[in-house]
């Protein structure tokens, strides 16, 4: 976490330029010959004040809590032979991580205060600071389960195959992982509500929960030592030496939080949540690239009124990370055809196709996008594909 300390003031100083706007600025703001004024000039910030706050984004470590990171792994497995080219596979593995990074902003007003009519800069911590002000604790820590199945079949009578399936929760509490985390592009490494982080438990970024890969490949029982066509023969010279491969591979998307533009801006929070509607599901029927979130199951978080009769508004009861973007496909398919020739050459001609569908696989905006932000016209929309269109490519591999 000290490395976060490089980004403050006086190491990575600021130019101060005056104000300027359209309608109130007349004469030059400055000058090619004035001197370039750098801030801020004092340590302890005491040249700033409630009403003229330093605007940097200040930068700590919990000097009283700053562990190394600890990650605890097991794992258990049963292995199985069901037939002498066949082996099937259950594995369970788990990862426990403690004293991971956690970052708050000490700059936020906490709900209870905001209620009791703290809702202006100088109620703020660091009342001389109008920016954020983040601490990297070690109190993250996270949760991983998986069980993994998996069949195998080794080459017999020139077929193979290998299946896998992978079920997984990646759980983070206390808004682990803070600026070192994997995020959504678009995401925050500040938790919520600075002051409840309960909230932060959820998915962790990279939370896939279901994986499923087979491969396979089919020697065809035709040509020379095959059950088919062995003898030699047009049939042979036609159908002999071809080979299938495949791959395919489903998963579900990855995790994201869903938006509100109702942001407790007066206790300085930086972003919000929508409230859930109980019994309505998240995602619209036939959910595609056109509409994907459904719109009536989020609900814009409500106002209350601060003891000095300011109205703040709530934070919304949706989980962090509740949504979820779309499933990806994918099957890659090649045909291989061996010529043999002089007894030690063998030519392979090899036709392979990626993305043999030529599926899409759109993924999701950034966290802080209108299509995730509920009320935006654009709201719940993919307009985005992470997929590689469909690709042939033709090639020859000599064996020698």
Same mark, same amino acid.
């Given at each position: 976490?000290?490395?976060? /300390? ?79 080219? +066949? ?5 369970? !593995?788990?990862? #426990? ?37 983040? +601490? ?24 193979? /195959? ?31 509500? !600075? ?26 029982? /035709? ?35 869903? #938006? ?21 599901? +998240? ?9 994907? /979130? ?71 905006? !950034? ?34």
């Amino acid at each position: 976490p000290a490395t976060v /300390f490089g980004a403050n003031p006086p190491n990575a100083p600021t130019v101060i330029s005056p104000a300027v706007s359209a309608n109130g600025t007349i004469a030059p703001p400055v000058k090619i010959g004035d001197p370039i004024r750098v801030g801020p000039n004092s340590a302890d910030l005491s040249t700033f004040t409630p009403t003229n706050p330093l605007g940097l984004l200040i930068r700590t470590a919990d000097f009283a809590n700053s562990k190394p990171a600890q990650v605890y792994m097991w794992n258990f497995g049963l292995q199985y032979q069901l037939f002498k080219d +066949m082996v099937v596979q259950a594995a369970y !593995s788990g990862v #426990r991580g403690t004293h991971l990074t956690s970052r708050v902003n000490l700059n936020q007003i906490g709900w209870a205060t905001g209620l009791a009519g703290g809702t202006t800069q100088s109620a703020r911590l660091f009342p001389n600071v109008g920016n954020q002000v983040v +601490m990297d604790s070690a109190n993250g820590n996270n949760f991983y389960n998986a069980l993994n199945l998996r069949v195998e079949k080794r080459l017999s009578q020139g077929f193979n /195959f290998l299946v896998n399936y992978t079920w997984s929760k990646n759980l983070e509490a206390n808004g682990s992982g803070g600026n070192t985390s994997f995020s959504q592009s678009g995401g925050t490494t500040n938790p919520l509500d !600075s002051w409840n982080l309960q909230k932060e438990k959820s998915y962790a970024p990279l939370d896939i929960p279901h994986v499923f890969v087979a491969s396979a490949g089919y020697e065809l029982p /035709f040509g020379k030592g095959k059950p088919l066509f062995s003898q030699p023969g047009v049939m042979r010279a036609v159908l002999g030496g071809w080979q299938l491969n495949g791959i395919a591979t489903l998963q579900k998307g990855l995790p994201t939080d869903i #938006r509100t533009s109702l942001i407790p801006s007066n206790i300085f929070a930086t972003f919000n949540v929508p409230n859930g509607v109980p019994g309505v599901s +998240m995602y619209l029927p036939n959910a595609g690239p056109d509409g994907y /979130f459904n719109p009536a199951a989020f609900s814009a978080p409500t106002s209350v009124i601060n003891a000095k009769g300011t109205p703040i508004t709530q934070f919304g009861t949706l989980a962090r990370r509740a949504g979820r973007g779309p499933a990806t496909k994918n099957l890659d398919f090649s045909i291989f055809r061996n010529f043999t020739f002089a007894e030690r050459y063998t030519l392979q001609f090899r036709a392979e196709s990626f993305n043999l569908t030529n599926t899409p696989a759109f993924f999701l905006p !950034s966290a802080n996008s209108p299509s995730l932000t509920i009320g935006s016209s654009s709201f719940g929309k993919l307009n985005s594909s992470a997929s590689t269109g469909r690709q042939l490519q033709f090639g020859l591999k000599l064996y020698f």
